[in-house]
Protein backbone atom coordinates (compact mmCIF):
# COMPACT_ATOMS: atom_id res chain seq x y z
CA UNK A 1 0.00 0.00 0.00
CA UNK A 2 1.27 3.18 -0.69
CA UNK A 3 1.17 7.04 0.30
CA UNK A 4 -1.42 7.86 -2.05
CA UNK A 5 -3.44 5.00 -0.74
CA UNK A 6 -3.40 5.73 2.79
CA UNK A 7 -4.43 9.15 2.64
CA UNK A 8 -7.75 8.88 -0.01
CA UNK A 9 -8.66 5.53 0.84
CA UNK A 10 -10.29 4.19 3.67
CA UNK A 11 -7.97 1.33 5.59
CA UNK A 12 -7.44 -0.08 8.68
CA UNK A 13 -4.05 1.19 10.69
CA UNK A 14 -2.67 -1.63 13.64
CA UNK A 15 -1.89 0.29 17.10
CA UNK A 16 1.57 -1.98 17.48
CA UNK A 17 1.51 -0.94 21.34
CA UNK A 18 -2.57 -2.82 22.04
CA UNK A 19 -2.98 -4.96 18.54
CA UNK A 20 -6.22 -3.47 18.22
CA UNK A 21 -7.28 -1.26 15.09
CA UNK A 22 -8.26 1.75 14.17
CA UNK A 23 -10.08 2.61 11.04
CA UNK A 24 -9.22 6.02 8.98
CA UNK A 25 -11.22 7.36 6.66
CA UNK A 26 -9.81 10.14 4.92
CA UNK A 27 -12.45 10.80 1.99
CA UNK A 28 -15.31 11.77 5.08
CA UNK A 29 -13.07 14.75 5.73
CA UNK A 30 -14.40 16.45 2.53
CA UNK A 31 -17.66 16.23 3.52
CA UNK A 32 -19.99 19.22 4.54
CA UNK A 33 -19.65 20.21 7.78
CA UNK A 34 -22.46 21.97 9.37
CA UNK A 35 -21.64 21.91 13.39
CA UNK A 36 -20.25 24.71 15.30
CA UNK A 37 -16.57 25.75 14.90
CA UNK A 38 -16.87 29.28 17.73
CA UNK A 39 -13.83 29.98 19.15
CA UNK A 40 -14.00 29.53 23.11
CA UNK A 41 -13.96 32.08 25.46
CA UNK A 42 -10.68 32.97 27.34
CA UNK A 43 -11.03 33.06 31.24
CA UNK A 44 -8.63 35.06 33.05
CA UNK A 45 -8.08 33.39 35.70
CA UNK A 46 -6.52 34.56 39.16
CA UNK A 47 -3.64 33.94 41.07
CA UNK A 48 -4.87 32.84 43.73
CA UNK A 49 -8.29 32.00 44.49
CA UNK A 50 -9.44 31.88 48.16
CA UNK A 51 -11.87 29.06 47.63
CA UNK A 52 -9.56 26.80 45.47
CA UNK A 53 -8.76 23.47 47.52
CA UNK A 54 -5.33 23.46 45.64
CA UNK A 55 -3.99 26.47 46.58
CA UNK A 56 -1.58 27.09 49.50
CA UNK A 57 -2.99 27.81 52.65
CA UNK A 58 -6.48 26.88 51.36
CA UNK A 59 -8.73 24.22 53.33
CA UNK A 60 -9.23 20.69 51.88
CA UNK A 61 -12.57 18.57 51.91
CA UNK A 62 -12.69 17.24 55.65
CA UNK A 63 -10.36 20.27 56.95
CA UNK A 64 -7.35 19.44 55.59
CA UNK A 65 -5.23 22.60 55.39
CA UNK A 66 -2.87 22.99 52.67
CA UNK A 67 0.47 24.21 53.51
CA UNK A 68 1.99 27.43 51.93
CA UNK A 69 3.91 25.42 49.39
CA UNK A 70 6.40 27.61 47.07
CA UNK A 71 6.95 25.44 44.14
CA UNK A 72 5.21 21.89 44.01
CA UNK A 73 2.76 19.80 46.39
CA UNK A 74 1.65 16.08 46.74
CA UNK A 75 -1.15 15.04 49.09
CA UNK A 76 -3.15 11.71 49.50
CA UNK A 77 -6.35 12.03 47.71
CA UNK A 78 -9.58 13.06 49.71
CA UNK A 79 -11.58 11.10 47.75
CA UNK A 80 -9.02 8.40 46.67
CA UNK A 81 -10.68 6.18 44.06
CA UNK A 82 -8.77 3.57 45.58
CA UNK A 83 -8.20 2.17 49.43
CA UNK A 84 -4.86 0.49 50.57
CA UNK A 85 -6.15 -1.19 53.78
CA UNK A 86 -8.60 -3.04 51.39
CA UNK A 87 -8.55 -6.97 52.23
CA UNK A 88 -8.17 -9.22 49.83
CA UNK A 89 -11.71 -10.93 48.90
CA UNK A 90 -13.12 -12.70 45.48
CA UNK A 91 -16.51 -12.93 44.18
CA UNK A 92 -16.79 -15.61 41.35
CA UNK A 93 -20.31 -16.64 40.21
CA UNK A 94 -19.62 -19.76 38.19
CA UNK A 95 -16.79 -17.40 36.21
CA UNK A 96 -19.74 -15.12 34.78
CA UNK A 97 -20.42 -13.07 37.98
CA UNK A 98 -16.53 -12.39 38.65
CA UNK A 99 -14.82 -9.67 40.76
CA UNK A 100 -11.96 -9.44 43.21
CA UNK A 101 -11.17 -6.11 45.41
CA UNK A 102 -8.35 -3.84 44.72
CA UNK A 103 -5.94 -1.83 46.72
CA UNK A 104 -3.95 1.33 45.75
CA UNK A 105 -2.97 4.54 46.63
CA UNK A 106 -4.25 8.11 45.35
CA UNK A 107 -2.39 11.29 45.22
CA UNK A 108 -2.74 14.65 43.68
CA UNK A 109 0.50 16.43 42.46
CA UNK A 110 0.16 20.57 42.39
CA UNK A 111 2.49 21.68 39.76
CA UNK A 112 2.47 25.35 40.72
CA UNK A 113 0.93 27.17 44.05
CA UNK A 114 -0.34 29.47 41.34
CA UNK A 115 -3.64 29.12 40.11
CA UNK A 116 -3.75 30.63 36.79
CA UNK A 117 -1.03 28.73 35.22
CA UNK A 118 -0.70 25.29 33.13
CA UNK A 119 2.00 23.37 31.86
CA UNK A 120 2.51 25.66 28.70
CA UNK A 121 2.71 28.80 30.68
CA UNK A 122 4.99 27.36 33.42
CA UNK A 123 8.81 27.79 32.93
CA UNK A 124 10.93 24.84 31.45
CA UNK A 125 12.80 25.15 35.16
CA UNK A 126 9.49 24.54 37.27
CA UNK A 127 8.03 21.71 34.84
CA UNK A 128 11.80 20.04 36.30
CA UNK A 129 10.68 20.33 39.33
CA UNK A 130 7.24 18.34 38.56
CA UNK A 131 9.69 15.57 36.62
CA UNK A 132 11.54 15.39 39.82
CA UNK A 133 8.54 14.65 42.29
CA UNK A 134 6.92 12.43 39.53
CA UNK A 135 10.45 10.77 39.79
CA UNK A 136 10.32 10.28 43.60
CA UNK A 137 6.69 9.18 43.87
CA UNK A 138 7.44 6.53 41.67
CA UNK A 139 10.03 5.36 43.84
CA UNK A 140 8.69 5.61 46.97
CA UNK A 141 5.31 3.78 45.82
CA UNK A 142 6.85 1.37 43.52
CA UNK A 143 8.90 -0.11 45.82
CA UNK A 144 6.35 -0.92 48.36
CA UNK A 145 5.31 -4.62 48.15
CA UNK A 146 1.52 -4.03 47.49
CA UNK A 147 2.11 -1.75 44.02
CA UNK A 148 2.44 -3.34 41.08
CA UNK A 149 1.94 -0.26 38.48
CA UNK A 150 2.08 3.28 38.80
CA UNK A 151 0.25 5.18 36.79
CA UNK A 152 0.86 9.07 36.94
CA UNK A 153 -1.45 11.15 34.44
CA UNK A 154 -2.80 14.72 34.02
CA UNK A 155 -6.65 15.79 33.19
CA UNK A 156 -6.43 19.44 31.98
CA UNK A 157 -9.74 20.97 30.94
CA UNK A 158 -13.75 21.32 31.98
CA UNK A 159 -14.08 18.60 28.99
CA UNK A 160 -11.38 15.94 30.43
CA UNK A 161 -13.59 15.95 33.53
CA UNK A 162 -11.03 17.87 35.41
CA UNK A 163 -13.13 19.66 38.49
CA UNK A 164 -10.48 22.12 39.16
CA UNK A 165 -7.95 24.40 36.81
CA UNK A 166 -5.49 24.76 39.39
CA UNK A 167 -2.60 22.73 37.72
CA UNK A 168 -2.02 19.75 38.79
CA UNK A 169 -2.12 15.87 38.28
CA UNK A 170 -2.92 12.80 39.55
CA UNK A 171 -0.91 9.38 40.59
CA UNK A 172 -2.75 6.09 40.86
CA UNK A 173 -1.46 3.28 42.17
CA UNK A 174 -2.52 0.07 41.96
CA UNK A 175 -2.30 -3.71 43.12
CA UNK A 176 -2.59 -5.12 39.75
CA UNK A 177 -1.58 -3.87 36.43
CA UNK A 178 -4.60 -2.04 34.69
CA UNK A 179 -5.58 -3.40 31.46
CA UNK A 180 -3.64 -0.24 29.14
CA UNK A 181 -0.84 -1.18 30.46
CA UNK A 182 -1.17 -5.03 30.45
CA UNK A 183 -1.52 -4.16 26.51
CA UNK A 184 1.35 -3.05 26.44
CA UNK A 185 3.33 -4.79 28.62
CA UNK A 186 2.20 -8.37 26.55
CA UNK A 187 3.45 -6.18 23.03
CA UNK A 188 6.44 -5.74 23.80
CA UNK A 189 6.98 -8.82 25.26
CA UNK A 190 5.94 -11.30 22.43
CA UNK A 191 8.20 -8.26 20.26
CA UNK A 192 11.37 -9.03 22.23
CA UNK A 193 10.67 -12.65 22.01
CA UNK A 194 10.34 -12.99 18.02
CA UNK A 195 12.55 -9.98 16.78
CA UNK A 196 14.81 -9.96 19.59
CA UNK A 197 14.69 -5.93 19.64
CA UNK A 198 12.64 -3.45 21.18
CA UNK A 199 9.32 -2.49 19.93
CA UNK A 200 9.90 1.10 20.22
CA UNK A 201 13.07 1.12 19.23
CA UNK A 202 12.07 -0.37 15.92
CA UNK A 203 9.19 2.13 15.87
CA UNK A 204 11.29 5.24 16.18
CA UNK A 205 13.69 4.30 13.46
CA UNK A 206 10.99 4.46 11.54
CA UNK A 207 9.38 7.60 11.75
CA UNK A 208 13.01 9.86 12.39
CA UNK A 209 13.84 8.12 8.89
CA UNK A 210 10.42 9.18 7.20
CA UNK A 211 10.34 12.56 9.32
CA UNK A 212 6.02 12.19 8.38
CA UNK A 213 4.66 12.18 11.84
CA UNK A 214 7.41 13.41 14.07
CA UNK A 215 6.30 16.88 15.56
CA UNK A 216 9.29 17.94 17.57
CA UNK A 217 12.35 16.60 19.20
CA UNK A 218 15.00 17.31 21.27
CA UNK A 219 18.28 15.86 22.17
CA UNK A 220 16.72 12.55 24.22
CA UNK A 221 13.23 12.33 23.12
CA UNK A 222 10.74 12.44 20.04
CA UNK A 223 6.83 13.55 20.12
CA UNK A 224 5.08 11.86 16.83
CA UNK A 225 1.45 11.95 16.04
CA UNK A 226 1.67 7.84 16.36
CA UNK A 227 1.10 5.93 12.94
CA UNK A 228 -2.76 4.51 14.07
CA UNK A 229 -3.32 7.52 16.33
CA UNK A 230 -7.50 8.06 17.39
CA UNK A 231 -7.62 11.04 18.62
CA UNK A 232 -7.74 14.00 16.30
CA UNK A 233 -4.19 15.32 17.24
CA UNK A 234 -3.06 12.79 19.45
CA UNK A 235 0.98 12.57 20.11
CA UNK A 236 3.48 10.20 21.70
CA UNK A 237 6.77 11.36 23.14
CA UNK A 238 9.37 8.35 22.61
CA UNK A 239 12.69 8.78 24.70
CA UNK A 240 15.63 8.09 22.02
CA UNK A 241 17.21 5.80 24.17
CA UNK A 242 16.10 2.60 25.84
CA UNK A 243 15.20 2.78 28.89
CA UNK A 244 12.03 1.19 31.18
CA UNK A 245 10.72 3.71 33.71
CA UNK A 246 11.87 7.52 35.32
CA UNK A 247 14.07 6.02 37.73
CA UNK A 248 16.69 5.44 34.71
CA UNK A 249 16.19 9.27 33.99
CA UNK A 250 19.86 10.63 33.41
CA UNK A 251 20.43 14.41 34.84
CA UNK A 252 20.41 15.80 31.42
CA UNK A 253 17.17 13.49 30.26
CA UNK A 254 15.07 14.93 33.04
CA UNK A 255 15.55 18.70 31.44
CA UNK A 256 14.95 17.06 28.08
CA UNK A 257 11.84 15.99 29.37
CA UNK A 258 10.67 19.04 31.05
CA UNK A 259 11.49 20.75 27.15
CA UNK A 260 9.80 18.35 25.56
CA UNK A 261 6.71 18.73 27.47
CA UNK A 262 6.94 22.57 27.70
CA UNK A 263 7.00 22.48 23.94
CA UNK A 264 3.99 20.55 22.99
CA UNK A 265 1.92 21.72 25.64
CA UNK A 266 2.65 25.45 23.69
CA UNK A 267 2.11 24.00 20.43
CA UNK A 268 -1.33 22.54 21.59
CA UNK A 269 -2.51 25.80 22.89
CA UNK A 270 -1.95 27.30 19.11
CA UNK A 271 -3.92 24.75 17.21
CA UNK A 272 -7.17 26.70 18.32
CA UNK A 273 -5.90 29.59 20.45
CA UNK A 274 -7.38 27.97 23.77
CA UNK A 275 -5.94 26.27 26.60
CA UNK A 276 -5.94 22.84 24.96
CA UNK A 277 -7.69 20.09 26.82
CA UNK A 278 -6.49 16.39 27.18
CA UNK A 279 -5.80 13.26 28.93
CA UNK A 280 -2.17 12.49 29.14
CA UNK A 281 0.44 10.06 30.96
CA UNK A 282 3.33 8.40 31.25
CA UNK A 283 3.47 4.74 30.69
CA UNK A 284 6.51 2.71 32.14
CA UNK A 285 7.25 -0.38 33.36
CA UNK A 286 5.28 -2.31 36.06
CA UNK A 287 6.80 -2.57 39.46
CA UNK A 288 6.01 -6.27 40.26
CA UNK A 289 9.58 -7.26 41.08
CA UNK A 290 10.16 -8.36 36.65
CA UNK A 291 12.92 -7.56 34.95
CA UNK A 292 11.34 -6.18 31.96
CA UNK A 293 14.17 -5.23 29.64
CA UNK A 294 11.36 -4.68 26.57
CA UNK A 295 9.64 -1.87 27.99
CA UNK A 296 10.27 1.49 26.67
CA UNK A 297 9.18 4.52 28.62
CA UNK A 298 6.72 6.51 26.53
CA UNK A 299 4.21 9.32 27.66
CA UNK A 300 0.79 9.56 25.57
CA UNK A 301 -1.35 12.78 24.79
CA UNK A 302 -4.90 12.22 23.84
CA UNK A 303 -6.46 15.67 23.32
CA UNK A 304 -10.28 15.54 22.22
CA UNK A 305 -10.60 18.67 19.79
CA UNK A 306 -11.67 17.92 16.47
CA UNK A 307 -12.31 21.15 14.35
CA UNK A 308 -12.22 24.15 16.92
CA UNK A 309 -11.96 25.32 20.09
CA UNK A 310 -15.64 23.57 21.10
CA UNK A 311 -15.73 20.64 19.02
CA UNK A 312 -14.56 17.64 20.89
CA UNK A 313 -14.36 14.06 18.94
CA UNK A 314 -16.86 11.31 20.47
CA UNK A 315 -16.51 7.56 20.60
CA UNK A 316 -20.20 6.98 19.67
CA UNK A 317 -21.80 4.59 17.04
CA UNK A 318 -19.07 2.06 15.11
CA UNK A 319 -16.74 3.43 17.49
CA UNK A 320 -18.17 2.14 20.86
CA UNK A 321 -19.57 -0.85 18.64
CA UNK A 322 -16.43 -2.24 16.40
CA UNK A 323 -13.15 0.03 16.45
CA UNK A 324 -12.20 3.11 16.69
CA UNK A 325 -12.17 4.90 13.44
CA UNK A 326 -11.11 9.24 12.42
CA UNK A 327 -11.09 11.10 9.04
CA UNK A 328 -8.33 13.17 9.11
CA UNK A 329 -5.15 10.63 8.51
CA UNK A 330 -2.44 11.62 11.48
CA UNK A 331 0.05 12.67 8.85
CA UNK A 332 -2.26 15.88 8.39
CA UNK A 333 -2.66 16.17 11.77
CA UNK A 334 1.50 16.00 12.00
CA UNK A 335 2.24 18.60 9.49
CA UNK A 336 -0.59 21.09 10.94
CA UNK A 337 1.45 21.38 14.76
CA UNK A 338 4.89 21.11 12.76
CA UNK A 339 3.86 24.56 11.37
CA UNK A 340 3.12 25.80 14.67
CA UNK A 341 6.41 24.59 15.82
CA UNK A 342 8.48 26.53 12.99
CA UNK A 343 6.55 29.20 13.69
CA UNK A 344 7.55 29.18 17.60
CA UNK A 345 10.66 27.75 17.40
Same mark, same amino acid.
Given at each position: MNEAVLLNNSHRRLNILTGEWVLVSPHRWKRPWLGKEEESSKVNLPDYEPDCYLCPGNERAGGIRNPDYKKTFVFDNDFSAMRSDVQSSVLNNNELLVAEAESGICRVVCFSPHHNLTLSEMKTQDIRLVVDVWINQFTELGDREDINYVQIFENKGEIMGCSNPHPHGQIWANKTVPVEPAKETLRMQNYLEQKKTCILCD???? *?????????? *???????????????????????????????????????????????????????????????????????????????????????????????????????MLCNPQRDLPPEANAEKLRVIVNENY
Amino acid at each position: MNEAVLLNNSHRRLNILTGEWVLVSPHRWKRPWLGKEEESSKVNLPDYEPDCYLCPGNERAGGIRNPDYKKTFVFDNDFSAMRSDVQSSVLNNNELLVAEAESGICRVVCFSPHHNLTLSEMKTQDIRLVVDVWINQFTELGDREDINYVQIFENKGEIMGCSNPHPHGQIWANKTVPVEPAKETLRMQNYLEQKKTCILCDYLYI *ELKEKERVVV *ENDDFVVIVPFWAVWPFETIIISRRHFKDLIAFREDEKNSFADILKKISVVYDKVFNVSFPYSAGIHQAPTDGGEHSDWHFHYHFYPPLLRSATVKKFMVGYEMLCNPQRDLPPEANAEKLRVIVNENY
